[in-house]
């Protein structure tokens, strides 16, 4: 049970001591009745502050990072994350988004000994069942029936000056960064690692071709950077050459427009022969623009894939003899078509993956720690433009990199903490 303050509710911006947990909060909410696009979804409301349970950690949000997954949350597709929930048992009829987060512990559950209260933290997003047989055996908890991802599928995100959290979900916040620095790489970031380093033999070498897509976004950001500190000749994708610096920048060798192309979506009919032959010179031409970009043929081993539908036909064809398309999305459609005849006999591999366990956001943190990644924070919002920055990725206009909002700082470019 945490410390109440005297004071019911505390602007933004304004922290309370120590320590001490108001009974209000504000919050951006979305409601069943709101689902839509985000400008619709969102609204600010004042609500009671959640209590941390015994394995559970209580933060002072400071800056909270912006993801894919609250622009579905919103438009309550393809999953009505309320919904699910109530079904589940749970009371709230609102959610309130937010899977990364900078801030301050406030308070502690009785079983917490990794952290204690005035720790700067930042947050992961992975959540489970910490007493599941399964997880306590020392199994992956991402494959655990109990796994989460905070702020999407459960409530009490970061969009709010109170975040609830599990207490392995809190890690050292780098102090070089300041706080909405801090809150932007962490979800794409240890999705990003789990994709190239998690699905042995499939991970990243010295010398491999990595081919990722949407290089300038969120996950393609934290993918060109990881897989070129691993030794790897990455290829970006993007859709305006105006982002080739910003790859460049991050260690892509090259870079393809992917709007120099016209054979995006579902494959044809095997048999529609005219259809399929179209298809493929697309596709080869594609793989040809990934030589020209090398100075040689080699072909990706590994594909970071996550637009889906329109591009997976496209990886699985290029992608290496042996070698993976690793997928943790389908931004443009979930129906992605496989050519079997080039998945069996080049012996590829198409693999899913989602977030991370532990292990992968403490790696990954740890190399934001050592400057290795640059958060590619893009702009920052105020607490009340948090519709906006949604849907500004919703209609994918949002700038190159990460996006972070601003809760309990109040300006930008801040690392400093004075509680009330
Ligand atoms: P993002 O910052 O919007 O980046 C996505 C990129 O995809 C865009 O920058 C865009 O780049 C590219 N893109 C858009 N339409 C495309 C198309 N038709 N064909 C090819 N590329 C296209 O989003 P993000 O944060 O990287 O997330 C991407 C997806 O992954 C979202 O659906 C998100 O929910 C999901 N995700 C899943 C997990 C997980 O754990 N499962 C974790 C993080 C994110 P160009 O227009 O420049 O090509």
Same mark, same amino acid.
């Given at each position: 049970m945490a410390t109440q303050t005297t004071k019911e509710l505390y602007d933004l911006g304004e922290a309370p001591p120590l320590g001490?947990?108001?009974?209000?909060?504000?919050?951006?909410?979305? %409601?069943?009745? %709101?689902?839509?696009?985000?400008?619709?979804?969102?609204? %600010?409301?004042?609500?009671?502050?959640?209590?941390?349970?015994?394995?559970?950690?209580?933060?002072?949000?400071?800056?909270?990072?912006?993801?894919?997954?609250?622009?579905?949350?919103?438009l309550g597709s393809p999953v009505d994350v309320i919904g699910a929930r109530q079904k589940a048992g749970e009371a709230e009829d609102f959610h309130i988004g937010g899977s990364d987060a900078s801030g301050i512990v406030y308070a502690v559950g009785e079983n917490v000994t990794n952290v204690k209260v005035g720790d700067e933290v930042v947050v992961h997003c992975g959540t489970w069942d910490v007493h599941s047989p399964y997880v306590k055996a020392g199994n992956d908890p991402m494959f655990d029936p109990s796994y989460r991802i905070w702020g999407y599928e459960t409530n009490w995100g970061s969009f709010a000056q109170f975040t609830k959290v599990q207490a392995h979900q809190t890690m050292p916040k780098a102090e070089h960064?300041?706080?909405?620095?801090?809150a932007a790489p962490t979800l794409v970031g240890a999705t990003a690692y789990r994709m190239l380093f998690g699905w042995p033999p499939h991970t990243v070498n010295e010398g491999d071709v990595v081919l990722v897509w949407g290089g300038a976004g969120g996950l393609g950001s934290m993918a060109i950077q990881l897989a070129s500190d691993a030794g790897a000749r990455v290829v970006a994708v993007i859709s305006n050459d105006s982002k080739v610096d910003f790859c460049k920048g991050l260690g892509a060798v090259g870079c393809i427009n992917r709007k120099e192309f016209?054979?995006?979506? %579902?494959?044809?009919d095997w048999d529609d022969m005219e259809a399929t032959a179209k298809f493929t010179q697309g596709a080869r031409a594609f793989g040809r623009a990934i030589w020209d970009i090398l100075g040689e043929r080699v072909s990706p081993r590994i594909v970071f894939e996550h637009p889906g539908q329109d591009?997976?036909?496209?990886?699985?064809?290029?992608?290496?003899?042996?070698?993976?398309?690793?997928?943790?999305?389908?931004?443009?459609?979930?129906?992605?078509?496989?050519?079997l005849r080039y998945l069996w006999m080049r012996q590829k591999r198409l693999q899913g993956s989602h977030f991370a366990n532990d292990q992968q956001s403490y790696a990954f943190n740890e190399l934001v720690r050592q400057q290795k990644i640059d958060p590619c924070l893009s702009r920052t919002f105020s607490f009340d433009e948090t519709a906006e920055c949604h849907q500004m990725m919703y209609e994918n206009r949002h700038p190159d990199g990460n996006m972070a909002i601003l809760v309990g700082a109040k300006e930008t470019g801040s690392k400093a903490f004075t509680a009330g």
């Open positions: 001490q947990v108001p009974q209000k909060m504000h919050a951006q909410l979305i %409601r069943p009745d %709101r689902f839509g696009e985000p400008t619709k979804a969102f609204q %600010r409301e004042v609500i009671d502050t959640p209590q941390p349970g015994p394995d559970d950690v209580l933060v002072y949000v400071m800056a909270a990072g912006v993801n894919y997954n609250n622009v579905w949350a919103a960064m300041t706080w909405e620095e801090a016209d054979h995006w979506g %579902r494959l044809p591009t997976v036909p496209t990886s699985q064809f290029i992608c290496d003899t042996g070698g993976m398309v690793v997928i943790c999305a389908g931004t443009t459609g979930y129906n992605a078509d496989v050519d």
